[in-house]
């Protein structure tokens, strides 16, 4: 056997688990070199052979038995994406004692039961990884278990459903009533067919049961998790609420006051303040807020849900399972005895904002943009001047060019006659969100 | 020699220093029983030992030469907090050279010579970290390092400078001019009595350095790296970029065009919309925004600077070297042997919104504020209540509050005759941002 491959069981080749596969091979090699080790997928278990999948799996690969998997001496790795809670509890089990190193995004598994399972890891002394069963690609259970590890969390507040805030989003955004904004979040694909799970809260109350365990260092018993879903909210109460200056937020809020008080677990509908950063969470977005008592405030945003953010946590966590198997620690990625090529500062490309100062007279504008257009540069919005006696101020965003292009044209308006002062040039970065799969 | 102990030697008992220290007398117990291994620390080397300070180090523990550090055999880790590059070099180089784990927050050392010292890492299998040395508290190295091992990162925009930010901050909040709001800064400890190094956007540019290595796994060249400061931003600049929709933020951006596409790493002021969460980014906190062609946009956000963000960022890289000691895994750190204490959600407190729909009659909104009253909940603000023929819509935010009391007015209030449907009531958390040391 090779020390330096990973050799990963994969149970469940849907959406996720696909996507593992294929990022895996898309980034291999990077993965293999930064993580120093390879990931090989040994072996797939789906549920059914024969179903048409829009991506196929390796036929060598596949087999219909996830036992094959726990039992295999070859496997270093199980990751478990199948999804349900019984079979998956069988083969999280059967893996762990046959000690072999466990990945799950399984949330309604770990919180129903996962005081057996940990336990279980704990007596085998084999690493049970869940990062991608809270938040998705947002890396909150390592943020919380190792980048914080000196504080302990007095709050979180989390988004982490991101149907319910597609849904409160387009209720607040479009004055649409839930039922229409559930209807909208289906045909888009962010909400199952039956959405109970979700829209019930209780999705985001198996990540909020993961989180305050972590949190407790204890087990929270999900009986005592108090649970409310958003199926009530009417648009009427986003409207009052956007008056009142809030956001309607489905919360997962972990709680303690002091450090000998109780913990308080739980999922709601919550106001927050439109100025706070959890406002501006839209769409289908997670965002976690941690308040540690070293670190104060810290917030984590990303994607919740789907095939590739999920699989950057997988692959994270797979990435702990080689550390695990070497037994080695993460050194700085970066090879020092390379050079980055580096990309020159004139071919950088961006949006502008640029201020000028110049001479109140007619014609000028235009010869400002001719002489930027003959520098390909355009321009996208002009502010209108305002003009102080004979000298007035011109403010523009030009669209997306190199830097060098608009540094020389910049050289040749600063020489115009009618120009007074030394231009200001900014650079404006869009950011335009990207989705993901 | 305990092999359940790390024996850290402590160069630099300045502000972040201390920070360290009495964190770690202040968490002890809980980081041991988190990394399966007691932070001690065993020497602590000052410039001056006469030096009045703030907090004292303990007497036994301080020598005024960090060469000792490096000598003694016991100590595991070295955690470079002196700051300056010529000394802090001299200690780090002898550290890895003697086998020694070293942590750093110096982010000029390591733009300046990281090139050297991450080479002399790699060569003596000797771990380098340096999580406090890029946007103090927030996790962005392990984050990308780790939690993104499976990701090519596309770019980062990063607004890494919380002096700079506060400046811009309170540019755009106040209408004020740079230097009156530099001053200001100056006054709050924001800003250093020389602020060059920060407003000159260099802090940041090292910042960039390191982040763009990691990004392209080679060593960034700080001579070819653009860096533009803040110090020629005019009010009028900001307040023209409010009216075009857009926020100036000092941003450090990361950039890849394709895979083969050369990398661009720049510092300069840029205008980013108004709506995007990093304009949300308000005062000296720091926000990381990263792209991967797996997990699509995350962003990292917390406090960039301080003595006790930072000092959580130093204790996550001493929890690396306990791993690194010890040879071990992290596993989940719940114990499932233990069952959480819960707060019942009745004795939970938060702010609430409450809606109802009563009849529109004089003396109502009394029956109902005395009702509220005798459970304790005051009402802090009523919204106009919009009538429709004989029924009325009664909005109010009420202030803290257990939820137990709130339920029982809200059945009374249910029970009146007045009342006709109902009522509504979600949480509402004001989500205070905590100010940290």
Redesign the interface.
């Known amino acids: 056997m090779d020390a330096r491959a990973l050799q990963i069981g994969l149970a469940g080749f849907g959406n996720v688990g696909a996507g593992v596969y294929l990022?895996?091979v898309r980034?291999g090699d990077?993965?293999a070199?930064?993580?120093g080790c390879r990931l090989e997928v040994r072996r797939i278990a789906v549920r059914d052979v024969n179903r048409v999948r829009a991506v196929d799996p390796p036929a060598a690969l596949v087999t219909a038995d996830w036992r094959e998997l726990a039992a295999d001496p070859e496997i270093d790795v199980i990751v478990e994406l199948m999804g349900g809670v019984s079979e998956a509890y069988d083969l999280v089990k059967a893996a762990l004692e046959a000690g072999r190193i466990v990945v799950t995004g399984n949330k309604a598994l770990l919180a129903e039961r996962?005081?057996?399972l940990?336990?279980l890891?704990?007596e085998r002394?084999?690493?049970?990884l869940?990062?991608a069963a809270v938040a998705g690609?947002?890396?909150i259970i390592?943020?919380?278990?190792?980048?914080?590890?000196?504080?302990?969390i007095e709050s979180i507040?989390g988004i982490v459903n991101g149907t319910c805030n597609y849904i409160l989003t387009r209720m607040q955004e479009a004055g649409i009533a839930y039922a229409e904004a559930l209807e909208e979040a289906q045909r888009l694909g962010y909400a199952e067919a039956d959405p109970a799970l979700d829209v019930s809260g209780w999705d985001a109350g198996h990540k909020a049961i993961l989180l305050?365990?972590?949190v407790?260092?204890?087990?929270?018993?999900p009986g005592?998790?108090?649970v409310e879903g958003i199926e009530?909210?009417?648009a009427?109460?986003i409207g009052?609420?956007e008056?009142?200056g809030?956001a309607?937020k489905l919360?997962a809020?972990i709680?303690r006051k002091g450090e000998a008080?109780?913990?308080?677990?739980?999922v709601?509908?919550?106001?927050?303040?439109s100025?706070?950063?959890?406002a501006?969470v839209h769409g289908v977005f997670n965002a976690v807020?941690v308040?540690?008592?070293?670190?104060?405030?810290?917030?984590?945003?990303?994607?919740g849900a789907?095939r590739?953010?999920t699989?950057?946590?997988v692959?994270?966590d797979?990435?702990?399972a080689c550390?695990?198997k070497r037994?080695?620690?993460?050194?700085?990625?970066?090879?020092?005895?390379?050079?980055?090529?580096?990309?020159?500062?004139d071919?950088?490309f961006?949006?502008y904002?640029l201020?000028l100062n110049v001479d109140n007279l007619p014609g000028v504008l235009a010869r400002v943009a001719a002489l930027l257009g003959d520098h390909g540069a355009g321009i996208t919005?002009v502010?209108q001047p305002e003009t102080e006696g004979d000298s007035a101020?011109l403010?523009m965003?030009l669209g997306d060019a190199p830097y060098g292009s608009i540094r020389r044209a910049l050289r040749e308006i600063a020489e115009l006659d009618c120009t007074r002062e030394t231009p200001?040039l900014?650079?404006?970065?869009?950011?335009e969100?990207?989705?993901?799969a």
């Open positions: 990022n895996l980034n990077l993965v070199a930064r993580c996962g005081r057996e940990f336990a890891a704990r002394g084999v690493p049970l869940f990062e690609g947002i890396p390592k943020a919380i278990q190792e980048s914080l590890v000196g504080n302990r507040y305050g365990s972590l407790s260092g204890a087990w929270v018993d005592s998790v108090v009530h909210i009417a009427a109460d009052y609420a008056r009142l809030y309607v919360l809020v709680r008080g109780l913990l308080e677990v739980r709601q509908p919550s106001l927050v303040p100025q706070h950063m959890l501006a807020l308040r540690g008592d070293v670190v104060g405030d810290a917030l984590f945003y990303g994607s789907g590739d953010p699989s950057s946590a692959i994270s797979l990435g702990e550390r695990a037994g080695v620690i993460q050194t700085a990625l970066i090879n020092p005895a390379e050079e980055a090529a580096l990309l020159p500062v071919e950088s961006s949006h904002y201020r919005t502010l101020e403010v965003v200001v900014l650079r404006l970065e869009p950011l969100t990207r989705a993901t």
